[in-house]
């Protein structure tokens, strides 16, 4: 996105498409959620590959299977879609098993990544 598509205005086929009195100013969205490690010591970072990061964006928890037993609430199993958006029906919560990570959410709506003890060098 930052070193093809956001370029992409400066090209001749784009003004030859829409004309303009200069080249438009790049700008990138990029929505999500930032993770962060409740259980773990590790300090937040300001910055992720040169960028800053907005702090105010960290809206999710992550953890190692061994430390879920640190959540302070029952956790939800989310499908794929429902990942960015959450739910408002819950069933039955879940004891992830440690072997693949599950994305998953809180009643009071706090989402949470369970990753295997060797996350990241055994995906």
Same mark, same amino acid.
């Given at each position: 996105?930052?070193?093809?598509?956001?370029?992409?205005?400066?090209?001749d086929e784009?003004h030859?498409?829409?004309? @303009?009195? /200069?080249?438009?100013?790049?700008?990138l969205?990029?929505?999500?959620r930032?993770y =962060?490690? $409740?259980?773990?010591?590790?300090p937040?970072?300001?910055?992720?590959?040169?960028?800053e990061l907005?702090k105010?964006?960290i809206s999710g928890y992550?953890c190692?299977?061994?430390?879920?037993?640190?959540?302070?609430?029952?956790?939800?199993? @989310?499908t /794929?879609?429902?990942?960015a958006?959450g739910?408002?029906?819950?069933?039955?919560p =879940?004891? $992830?098993?440690?072997?693949?990570f599950?994305h998953?959410q809180?009643?009071?709506?706090?989402?949470w990544?369970?990753?295997?003890?060797?996350?990241?060098n055994?995906?």
């Amino acid at each position: 996105m930052l070193t093809h598509q956001l370029k992409m205005s400066q090209r001749d086929e784009f003004h030859q498409q829409l004309a @303009l009195d /200069k080249t438009p100013s790049e700008h990138l969205l990029m929505q999500g959620r930032l993770y =962060i490690n $409740p259980f773990s010591k590790e300090p937040i970072p300001d910055t992720c590959l040169g960028y800053e990061l907005e702090k105010s964006q960290i809206s999710g928890y992550w953890c190692y299977h061994s430390q879920q037993n640190q959540i302070e609430e029952p956790i939800y199993e @989310l499908t /794929k879609p429902l990942w960015a958006i959450g739910t408002q029906e819950f069933s039955e919560p =879940i004891e $992830p098993s440690g072997e693949r990570f599950v994305h998953a959410q809180t009643e009071s709506g706090q989402f949470w990544f369970v990753v295997p003890d060797a996350w990241p060098n055994n995906r």
